[in-house]
């Protein structure tokens, strides 16, 4: 079993910069992949980014809505992910959930929460104008 645990939410301005963290213990795996969603209040959970975990390659996939702005990262000796969030908008605004998934996932599927196997509780971001 996998435990992650997400942190680094809070209150920002629009155009600020925030930065989560998704420590991931328990049983991991050599291949897999990481993800980034986010749930905002009446909205379905969508997809915000993705990072392979290969022995040697760490692609990475985002939204459309956050490419340019977001990027995740990795740091393997931690098994922890990041999501850098650079020129927030109040629209980011939302709980933000780590999850992983025990294979590398094909491109087709990694954008799909029913792919992933574990979740975090969430970290709140929130946005202001």
């Known amino acids: 079993q996998v435990q992650l645990v997400e942190s680094g939410g809070g209150l920002v301005q629009a155009g600020g910069s925030l930065r989560l963290s998704c420590a991931a213990s328990g049983r991991t795996f050599s291949s897999y992949t990481m993800g980034w969603f986010r749930q905002a209040p009446g909205k379905e959970r969508e997809f915000v980014a993705a990072i392979n975990w290969n022995w040697s390659a760490s692609d990475t996939y985002y939204a459309e809505t956050v490419k340019g702005r977001f990027t995740i990262s990795r740091d393997n000796a931690k098994n922890t992910v990041y999501l850098q969030m650079n020129s927030l908008k109040p629209e980011d605004t939302a709980v933000y959930f780590c999850?992983?998934?025990?294979?590398?996932?094909?491109?087709?599927?990694?954008?799909?929460?029913?792919?992933?196997?574990?979740w975090g509780q969430g970290t709140q971001v929130t946005v202001s104008s």
């Open positions: 999850a992983a998934s025990r294979f590398v996932l094909r491109r087709s599927t990694l954008y799909s929460e029913r792919t992933y196997d574990y």
